[in-house]
């Protein structure tokens, strides 16, 4: 069975950096079928898709224009994880933070939906 | 971007059947086969429910449906149940890097 366990802070200063990483088991972060995302959800913006990562003989990496210029998501095959680095954290940045699976293909052709959920990490920026 | 438009709420009575409205543009909802619907229950993770506009998984319920015409797509639940009391949203791929979730829909099991 598929698991998305994620790990880091829950209260993070503005204008710092946020750094989430997220264990897969079930799964390998280099699959050929599978992208590997960051999705966060607030009451102010709903659920807001961050980015993604995944391979297809190269590591590709796909980011919202909304937070481009401050996302990072980067795998690591050695631990077969992935984490999200968002830089300048400002109040709004204030979120649940999901890492999520989504398959790259169905029935051959390229797809986009999330099929498995971390346990998201409630992420809090202040003072 | 905006946000796909959901109404913020809807309800029914067990057994009646219900729909959910996604409205998006020609450039999301209407440009591509790839709308999606999750169902979230309080402080839960959200679960997709349909894919690829009318694609169930198998552990769903058939009691589940989806639709797309033009630049809205649609979630049908027949047989209302109590448990299927939660948020609803619908996500749709918006070209290059965009991907795009409504504000989701609060179904209310009355």
């Known amino acids: 069975q598929l698991q998305l366990q994620q790990s880091g802070p829950g209260l993070v200063k503005p204008s710092q950096t946020l750094s989430l990483t997220c264990a897969i088991s079930g799964d390998s972060v280099s699959s050929n079928n599978a992208a590997w995302n960051w999705i966060r959800q607030s009451p102010s913006r709903g659920l807001e898709w961050l980015g993604r990562t995944y391979y297809r003989s190269k590591w590709f990496r796909d980011y919202a224009l909304s937070v481009n210029g401050r996302i990072t998501i980067n795998p690591d095959t050695s631990k077969n994880q992935f984490s999200l680095q968002l830089t300048s954290l400002t109040p709004e940045d204030t979120a649940v933070y999901y890492c999520?699976?989504?398959?790259?293909?169905?029935?051959?052709?390229?797809?986009?939906?999330?099929?498995?959920w971390g346990q998201g990490t409630l992420v809090t920026v202040a003072s | 971007q905006s946000a796909l438009t959901q109404p913020a709420s809807v309800s029914g009575s067990p057994g009646q059947s219900i729909t959910i409205s996604c409205t998006g543009t020609s450039s999301d909802v209407g440009a591509y086969y790839l709308v999606s619907w999750y169902q979230q229950y309080p402080g839960k993770t959200p679960k997709v429910i349909i894919y690829e506009v009318t694609q169930r998984p198998s552990e769903v319920s058939n009691r589940f449906s989806g639709s797309k015409s033009g630049n809205t797509a649609t979630l049908t639940i027949s047989g209302l149940q109590a448990e299927d009391e939660a948020d609803y949203y619908c996500?749709?791929?918006?070209?290059?890097?965009?991907?795009?979730f409504g504000g989701g829909t609060k179904l209310t099991v009355l």
């Open positions: 996500c749709s791929y918006a070209g290059g890097t965009s991907v795009l």
């Open positions: 999520v699976r989504g398959p790259l293909y169905y029935l051959g052709t390229t797809t986009y939906y999330f099929d498995y």
